[in-house]
């Protein structure tokens, strides 16, 4: 048998930096998770056990945390640009790709004062970023995952087709709940990393304004609303998992249930995805 | 061979119950997971597989949903103490355990303003709370878990002895970081539920502005400061996992490392625990 | 205020640790994650701030390294012994606990054959073990976790009360899955470790055999059977959540379901526990 | 603005299955967790919230249990192919995906024989589907996910290059862990689905003998060897993660360390991912 190596990626994942920026009083924090990943021409490492073009994974830990040094990482996009550019430099490298997942602190307040060196951490959300370098530049694509939302009314979900496995009710009132996941394209050279908070006040301003007819409706208008605030993203992708909140059947106890309690469930859950482009 | 049931324990977990209260204005909303047990005199259950005793889980889970029904769960502490009431009443229990955690959804804001029917769940913190009720009555312990703080200074680790096994050096300046698990006791019968959010606002400003030589040392003040700002807890239990932020070196990279780079860790980690008690 | 350091624990936790032995033919390994607390008069080390009673939480970390070295790590249960002896009779210390989870490995086989030096590891299933010293001597209790089991038929459920919450329907066939945690006490001083696979298997043969009339009746009777089979164990406990599988309804679409296509469900979920005793 | 919706996405995820074959004696039983998503011409469903297109996720979920009543489900590879093509035919659908992951249960063995209707599930290592029906036809892809194993020596890595951020020493023998997620495309047409057993054989034995210069070599051996014994399936992808053991430095305290007692870490890991394709 003959058998040719048709794609191959290796790199270190999950590298757990945390910056604090001691010369700025306050003191400041960045807090992220990277994965690094090269493609490239590395049949001889996989054919032959010839290692002299396989960089160690430890050396690319190693380099994020000296880069880190020496990097104010004021945006994650930056940083993860200047990676995915050394990476990409590298024997046998024909594209770098950096992954990274932030984790926000917010600053702790005492006596309604901002804590010059004490931070919280919400936990649930973070931002997240993708640079990709090889021979056609770099490509960055930042995004935010695990945003939490729920709304209580403006959300129907009738004049679906009905086949014999269809017994869904319609509703003209429902629980609206999902975690968003996006992320969004800039344009090539002009980037201005400082939109995040703007594409997000977009995305979750719109979820709560919208008479949704379904999660696809509401996940457009999303879109659309990300990409009207900021004319430097080409397109933005949102993942919506439907997180299903069951009304409860009271009758049995002699109750009724004005859209009242409710059983939230994990699974199955409806997951609703799109590409939404600037034309 | 005799054997006898020397201990036994039965209920359903995590029952989730999301609440919306509609006829106020804006809506409100609760989000909670139960878990009920119930110890008590079933031997015949167990040896004989009798079952005139054994209420279903399935019947408690709906008790729970009906009950919700009926009660505007202002707290989810006056709650848990009428569903563990109501359980230690049915035959052969001699005790009910309701143990809550509750999911706390902050409402979105749109131009400023706040949204009358859309939320947002940061994730991360929960609230807990653990009811009680047998022959003695109930006891109801609030706390909450997930609170995720670090500061970047003001936090040395010194004077600690220096045994065969000994390696690590000390420190005057260290990053310290942890997830604050907590729960306080309510003297009987006098419970202001509403004393949350200043128990939770001590913790955080006494992480902040302690100075702190040990991990036990900062969860000691904490405490205290915990009883200081609420007169009816008795005694409060801190658990507090090192969350090790561990200075990378960089020299072998021709680079300092002026405590500004760190690789956080997850295993293995330093776990602090105590309960200080009021006398 | 005047308070108390009413009850306080440290030590280090998701100690990860693996040990080869190499001078075996074929090679032999243990893989373990333990967990070192102590208990003890450290009210220095909380209220003021004096480390000097405080041995690091690294220090323990590195003692359970140097231990494994010095130890063949026959049986987990007698590590934790030594360790548990160790910890105990440093200063302050009134009692310490060792608790470890063993990841079990499967050798590989290869044309049939036990490989030397090759394991696959199952996953799912892991052996536990705590061990505490205190000034009553050591005590050690072994177990088993999620070790997942399921029967098709052999178990109902009915005869239970029905209360105005009461919906669930009696059956006498339905499918029993849970997944076993159980832990059992040695007599003092005369433990034979090797028994584990004895008890584990009386526990599977016990539930598959068994016509169980609910969970209990069945907790029970495997109970019996592990006391039954290994008379140096006092006592068992045995935690079984139920994994309900509950009949999907396909009279919509004009299908019958004898007992055939079921949704497993994650929650809510029953929960049995109990302790029996050898009398 | 004008934008147009570029690539959309929806279904149902986490169905979650269980059949249990009760006509066959001894019972046999598969579990099995689904996703189901479509690809289509959807525009009005996004755009003006017209639904009339839009199938509710909800009877995808009721679609997969009636399926699941009227087959065998043998092979969940030939499920998948039915659900695919289902799916497919409905209107606006220009693709369906089935994604499946496969639970394995065992037979639990009663005084060495197999009995009839109890199980046990191992837990870990998971057998993963994936049908797409498409314009092009079906095709299907099987692997498995979770394989986890580990080989005390044969393993090497050295000859790597050294730039000014490697620090990692070369090793001629040290632990090599991993966890196999590997799939496998078939030859269109000629699908048979009972060849996984021996692919997954080939995989571990080839892990097992091989003499490691590096993860890339091994996962390239293994590849080789799974297009080997099967020669219906076209092409593996396969992706390990380094679990690295890294080996603990004793010296300190006055020990040795002859490759025998390691820390198992879980972050940062190398990550090494290849399709090899017969040619």
Request: hydrophobic share 40%; glycine share 4%.
């Amino acid at each position: 048998m003959t058998a040719t190596l048709a794609w191959n990626r290796y790199g270190k994942a999950q590298v757990r930096l945390v910056k604090v920026r001691r010369q700025h009083d306050p003191h400041e924090i960045v807090d992220v998770t990277i994965d690094v990943q090269r493609e490239g021409a590395f049949e001889p490492v996989y054919k032959d056990g010839d290692n002299r073009l396989c960089l160690a994974t430890d050396t690319t830990k190693n380099t994020v945390y000296a880069f880190a040094r020496q990097d104010e990482i004021n945006h994650v996009e930056a940083f993860a640009e200047r990676l995915a550019t050394h990476f990409a430099e590298q024997p046998a490298v024909s594209r770098a790709r950096i992954s990274a997942v932030e984790h926000p602190w917010q600053r702790v307040s005492v006596a309604g004062q901002p804590h010059p060196h004490a931070f919280l951490r919400p936990g649930g959300e973070q931002w997240t970023v993708v640079a990709i370098c090889d021979s056609e530049g770099t490509q960055v694509t930042s995004g935010l995952t695990n945003l939490v939302v729920l709304k209580t009314t403006d959300s129907g979900f009738s004049g679906f087709p009905r086949d014999k496995y269809t017994t869904l009710p319609e509703t003209a009132d429902r629980v609206l709940a999902t975690s968003v996941t996006a992320s969004w394209r800039y344009r090539r050279g002009t980037a201005d990393f400082a939109v995040r908070d703007r594409i997000r006040q977009a995305l979750v301003e719109t979820f709560a304004a919208h008479e949704s007819r379904s999660v696809q409706h509401t996940l457009h208008a999303m879109a659309e609303a990300a990409l009207d605030v900021c004319a430097d993203i080409t397109e933005i992708t949102i993942s919506l998992p439907n997180r299903h909140h069951l009304l409860v059947d009271l009758k049995p106890f002699g109750l009724d249930n004005p859209n009242e309690v409710f059983v939230a469930t994990d699974q199955p859950y409806g997951l609703i995805e799109a590409t939404v482009r600037r034309t």
